[in-house]
């Protein structure tokens, strides 16, 4: 059974820099499409980046390309998000997901993990 955990995450002025992790059970995240979403307070669940099998080809939602980076520490099976000068308008639930797929979209994911609540105040 596939667990996903999400931690990291925190209140902080804008321009701080926040790391969130994700740590999965159950499987490895070579076996998996990792990706990461954010939903913000009356917002849909939307599509922040995502990092294929080998690491080779990881896509960034427009907003946050230049300032996130995904990553992978295979040795602790675990999923990154290196956030950057930040802005309030990234204030959001970050959630993890695992999939089957290199896709934007949150319905390929088959696995997630509970969210990690990031505060972002002008």
């Known amino acids: 059974q596939v667990q996903l955990v999400e931690s990291g995450g925190g209140s902080v002025q804008a321009g701080a820099s926040l790391r969130l992790s994700c740590v999965m059970s159950?499987?490895?995240?070579?076996?998996?499409?990792m990706a990461w979403f954010r939903q913000g307070p009356g917002k849909e669940r939307d599509f922040v980046a995502v990092?294929?099998?080998?690491?080779?080809?990881?896509l960034y939602a427009d907003s946050v390309r230049g300032r996130f980076t995904i990553g992978r520490d295979l040795a602790k099976n675990t999923l990154l998000l290196q956030m950057n000068k930040l802005k309030p308008e990234d204030t959001a639930i970050y959630f993890c997901?695992?999939?089957?797929?290199?896709?934007?979209?949150?319905?390929?994911?088959?696995?997630w993990g509970q969210g990690t609540q990031v505060t972002v105040s002008s």
């Open positions: 159950g499987d490895t995240l070579e076996n998996n499409y």
């Open positions: 990092i294929s099998l080998y690491g080779v080809t990881i």
């Open positions: 997901a695992a999939g089957p797929k290199l896709q934007r979209a949150a319905r390929w994911y088959d696995h």
